[in-house]
Each structure stands twice: as C-alpha cells, then as structure tokens.
C-alpha cells in the first residue's frame, strides 16, 4: 500500500503544516503507484495499453528517416559551399543545382515523414490510452466497496480522466519529440566529428553541466510532479463534493466555508505547480546557458581552426547548423522530461488504481448457482470488521428460514447495515461464513447471486434518465408492459397514471425530479421486476405524506410475499408485523422471537429488555 496521495484527508486541515509537504505525504486506500520506478511505470504502462507499443518499429523507422533528413541540410550547404561555390575552377553550377536538389528532397522527405510518424503516433497513443481510460473505469467499480467510501471521488474521476490525459499529451507529443531529439542529437554529433573533433568536444564539454545534472532534475521532477497530480485529485474532489451537496451547502449557508476550501484547494495545486514550474525554468535556463556558450565557442574556435586551414568556411556554417540541431532538442529536453515527469505521475496514479485488488472475486461461470424458491439463509460464526477499526459485528450465528419475514432491529451503529451488506455480499465477513440455501456465498456466482438477491437501500440511486429506463435496472430485458403489469401487481398502476409523462417521465439528477416517496416506489418497482428471491430492504425513515406511506406499506407488503424478506426496520411497526425479529447490540444479537414475546422480555434486575427499550421509546416518539 501506497503512503501518499488524495486520500480523505483535508489537506487544509493543519495549518501549521505546508499543505504541498502535507499532501506528498498523505496515506490513501487505493495505490498510488508511487513506488513503481519510471522505466516500470512505463513497461507496466505497455502493459495496460499494448495498443501504444503496436506498429512502433515503422513509426520508429519514419522518425529515423525524418532525423536524417534534417542532417542532411547543413551536409548539402557545406558541400555547395566547399565543393561547388568555392570550387577550384570557379562556381560549378551542376554541383549546386545537384545539392539544392537534394536538399530540397529532404526537407520533402523529412516533412513526410515526421507528418506520418506524428499521425501513427496520435492514433496508437489515443487507442492506447481509450483502452487504459476503460479498464481505469471498470476497475473502479471493481474497488473494495470499503476503498470507495473512503476514496474522495474527484480524486478517483482525476485519477481516469486528467492524469490519463496528462499520459496523452506526453505519449503524443513528448515522445515523438524525445525519439526525434535522441535521433538528432546523436546523428549531428556524428557529423560533427566528421568535420571537427575538437568543436565536437567543445559543445559537448558546453553541455556537460546540463547532462550531469539531468539525472538530478529528473528525480526532483518527478517527486514534485507526483505532488502535482495528487493536488489536481484533491482540487477536483474539493469542487465535486459541494457540487453534489448543493442542497446541504445552501441550507445551512456555508457557501463561504465551502469556497475557503476550494480556494486553498487551488493555491495548494497553485503552489505545487508553481514549486514543479520553478525547477523546469531552471533546468530550461540552464539549457540556455549551454546553448549561448555552444554557439559563440563554435564559431571563435571554428573561425580560429579555419585560420590556420584545419577547417573550410563551409564546414564552419554546416557546423553552425548541426549545433542548432544540437542545441534545440537539449534544451527541449529538458522540457520533455517535465512533460515525461508529469505524465510519469499520471500515469502511476492510472496504474495504482488498476493495481488495487478488487475486493471481492466473482468465482465466475464454474461457481454455483442458486436455484429459484424462496430462498434459506444461514450466517454461521460471522464477524466482521471495517479496514482498520475494531470489529462491529461478532460471532453471528443465525438461520432465517426459507419464506420467513425477518425485521432486523437495533440502535443507530449497532451493526444492522453491516448484516444486510454480508447478507448481499457487498462485502465478505473477516471470519465465519454466511451460506444461502446450504451454500458459501463466496462460491456463488455473481450473475446468479444479483438475480436471486436484491438490496433495496433507504435511498436508492436513480438515473438522469426517465422512470422507465430506472425501474429497468431491476431487469433489462423487461418489456413496456411488463413494466406496467408489475406496478400494477404493487398497487401502483394509478400512481404511475397520475405521472405527467407516466413511465416516460424523466426522474433528474439522483432522481431529484420526483420526491424522496416517488423514489422509494421506483426502487421496490424495480426490485419487484428484478423478482429475487431473497429481498433485503433498508426501511426508509423519511417522512412521506400518510397516502404515500400506506402506498408504500401495500406495496412492500405485496413484494415480501412468497420470498424470504430481511427488512432493516426503522419503525417499530414493521417489527410487529415481522414472523421475527432480530435485535443487534454493539455487534452482536441479542434478542431474536416474535414482537410480542421480545417486548416482554426482561433483563438480570427486572431491566427491560433492549427490544422492549427500542420499543418504548418508539411508542413515545410516535405520541408525540
Ligand atoms: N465504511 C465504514 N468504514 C468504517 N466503519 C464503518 C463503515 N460503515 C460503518 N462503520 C461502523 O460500523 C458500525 C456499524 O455500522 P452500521 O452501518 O452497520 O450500523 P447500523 O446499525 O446500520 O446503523 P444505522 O441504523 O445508523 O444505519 C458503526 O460503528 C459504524 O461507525
């Protein structure tokens, strides 16, 4: 596990601290790749994304042919020059018509070359990284359900979108760049030593500062673009949460508070940016210095290495293009190896999530399957505890019979929704085992476990799409009119006519169009379509108006029949009317019978029971 990155933590949150440091140092569940060295990022990189590495031997080729073309310039001018303009008898015109020939081919050639090499470029490196994109994504959903509660989701949306994007830009445009400069600097020092060992040494002894300390830089770059990428994740998390809580932000008006932390969100990326930027310039101006040196040296000593015969005019200006040649690229380099840094970063980050185990394995087609008819469940010996924390449910051994109607009760925290998510599994118990109809849950299919098993939660998530599409989800084959046979079979069907648009109604944003009741119906339309045989239902607690409520109470009255129900009840009624109920306190059951006899029960010193305390206080609650 990784010690950095965009973690749940406010990086605001110590104001003694500088928040740049305290964000390279933040712990976070997903990895963050930071321990993956830049050549295996890259190889784990062509991993991911093969799509980059297809055809690489040609574009290679054409980058080659480009370089030399580009050589071959001040080779012509130096040959019209010496050989054709000074030549022995005069100006031989046919020479200089050969070489400006020549040279205008390979300005043709290069030009070709580097168009095609950039185009084959631009279509490996965007296929390449749609597929990382993709399987970035789909991981995401693969995530420990525990590792995505924790993990601030604009940081996770960062890590698929803007760090890929930073991977793009380098691949398309910093690696053609790199593969053309390595080319060239190579090929002009090559040149150059045909012509003048010793204004070779020179512009290379000129840059040798600059090369020495690359490795340096490099090092200091990648650590602070790593800072970077992290602070663009908790700058988009800091934007997207109160974008999502719009409503909480304006009814309690701390709209200021909210925009203090964007606003150090910014200067946090601000900062890092700026610290990054700041070693670039200075690498760039370095690079500068080289260059100015290796230009003036070139032409003193050439001009005084001519003077003496050593070396003609001609080779002297072809000397002071292959510089140029030389110069440009190194100090672009440097350039390209921020751009490489930030998309090293990036691309870490996509990695670090791709290698996130997911949490849960699908045993996949050679699982079992769970056959149809209400269905029996056992949790035998079942703790469980959250990633770093304590345990919060111990040692449950239960059986809840096949058909049966089960209300699983407690005090907020007792560990009744942590039950439902083993029960589903949305998650695996530490130990013990939780069997349906005699068999480990975790040797299920998950195909056949999502159709025979179905969570309603309080608040079902719906779609920006329309009340047709939503209720779908529950089985997406099903036809307009089983759609409408199955809200009729709820009691639903004038509900559902009373709509403006009826089943095409469109629902909003998390379904926001219609009211938190409305949204409660399309989430048991949508587990009644499923048709499961094991429902579990997190009970609202959301005051509805008393027609809705009873609506809903028909309704999930109708759903339970003929499966094996378990309700997480809110209100003590649906405790009543439950076969039987389960009492949770502090993570273990402590009470499990009928309403009647558990109201009853009473303690060591005549104390009332836990059920009979939840049930009084409910009594008092609803009087009021
Ligand atoms: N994702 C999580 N990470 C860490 N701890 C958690 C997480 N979810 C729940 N817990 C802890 O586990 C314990 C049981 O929580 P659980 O949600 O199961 O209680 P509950 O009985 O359903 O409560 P409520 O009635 O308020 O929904 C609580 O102490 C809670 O703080």
Redesign the pocket.
């Known amino acids: 596990m990784s010690t950095s990155t965009d973690s749940g933590t406010d990086p605001t949150a110590d104001p003694t601290t500088d928040p740049v440091e305290q964000l390279a140092a933040e712990g976070t569940s997903v990895e963050s790749g930071d321990e993956i060295g830049a050549w295996a990022t890259m190889r784990q990189g062509l991993v991911h994304s093969p799509e980059l590495a297809e055809g690489f031997g040609l574009t290679l080729f054409l980058a080659l042919v480009g370089t030399g073309g580009r050589v071959v310039v001040p080779v012509a001018v130096q040959q019209t020059l010496d050989r054709g303009i000074n030549a022995p008898g005069g100006i031989d015109y046919g020479f200089v018509g050969q070489m400006a020939l020549l040279a205008g081919l390979a300005i043709v050639l290069t030009g070709a070359s580097s168009y095609l090499m950039t185009a084959r470029l631009f279509t490996s490196a965007e296929r390449g990284l749609a597929t990382l994109r993709t399987k970035a994504f789909r991981h995401v959903h693969d995530l420990p359900l ?1 590792t995505q ?2 993990e601030r989701r604009g940081a996770l949306v960062s890590r698929v979108t803007s760090d890929v994007d930073q991977v793009s830009q380098f691949v398309v445009f910093g690696l053609v760049f790199g593969i053309i400069s390595v080319g060239q600097v190579l090929l002009a020092t090559v040149v150059m030593l045909v012509y003048s060992w010793e204004l070779t040494l020179l512009v290379w002894v000129c840059f040798a500062p600059l090369f020495i300390s690359l490795r340096y830089f490099q090092r200091r770059l990648s650590l602070a673009y790593g800072v970077v990428r992290r602070s663009v994740g908790s700058m988009l998390s800091a934007i997207s949460e109160p974008v999502v809580g719009a409503v909480t932000v304006r009814t309690y008006a701390i709209e200021e508070r909210t925009q203090q932390r964007i606003d150090e969100a910014i200067r946090v990326n601000q900062a890092a940016s700026t610290r990054a930027q700041g070693l670039t310039a200075f690498s760039f101006s370095l690079g500068g210095v080289s260059a100015g040196l290796a230009n003036a040296g070139v032409l003193i000593l050439g001009i005084w290495l001519g003077l003496d015969g050593g070396i003609t005019s001609g080779q002297v200006l072809a000397f002071a293009f292959l510089v140029t040649l030389f110069v440009g690229p190194v100090q672009m380099g440097t350039q390209v190896l921020t751009d490489a840094q930030n998309a090293i970063a990036g691309w870490r980050r996509v990695i670090g999530i791709l290698d996130t185990p997911a949490d849960l394995d699908d045993p996949g087609p050679s699982g079992s399957s769970l056959s149809r008819g209400a269905m029996d469940v056992t949790f035998e010996d079942v703790s469980f505890g ?1 990633p770093g ?1 304590t345990l ?1 449910l111990r040692e449950v051994d239960q059986h809840l019979a096949s058909g049966s109607r089960i209300a699983v009760v ?10 439902a998510k083993l029960l589903t599994r949305l998650m695996d118990p530490t130990s013990g085992r939780v069997l349906l109809d005699g068999v480990d849950v975790r040797e299920v299919e998950f195909a056949s476990l999502r159709r025979r098993v179905v969570l309603v939660p309080q608040e079902g998530f719906l779609f920006d799409s329309s009340l047709l599409d939503n209720v779908r989800y529950g089985d997406l084959d099903a036809t307009r009119a089983q759609v409408v046979a199955a809200a009729t079979e709820l009691g639903l069907g004038d509900w559902l006519e009373g709509l403006p648009h009826g089943l095409d109604t469109r629902v909003g944003q998390r379904g926001e169009s219609l009211s938190a009741g409305e949204r409660q119906l399309v989430a048991l339309l949508r587990a009644h379509l499923a048709d499961p045989d094991l429902l579990v239902l997190d009970e609202a607690t959301s005051a509805v108006d008393p027609a809705l409520e009873m609506r809903i109470g028909r309704a999930l009255e109708r759903l339970m029949s003929g499966r094996t129900s378990v309700t ?1 009840a ?1 209100r003590l009624s649906t405790a009543e009317q439950a076969d039987e109920v389960i009492v ?1 306190d502090r ?1 273990r059951v402590v009470q499990r019978g009928h309403h009647a006899a558990l109201v009853q029960e009473r303690l060591e010193g005549d104390e009332p029971s836990v059920y009979a305390r939840l049930h009084a206080s409910w009594v008092a609650q609803q009087a009021l």
């Open positions: 525990l509660n924790t959250y924390g919060v407690g005090e907020t925290g007792s560990g009744k929704t942590t039950f997480i809110h949770f993570g």
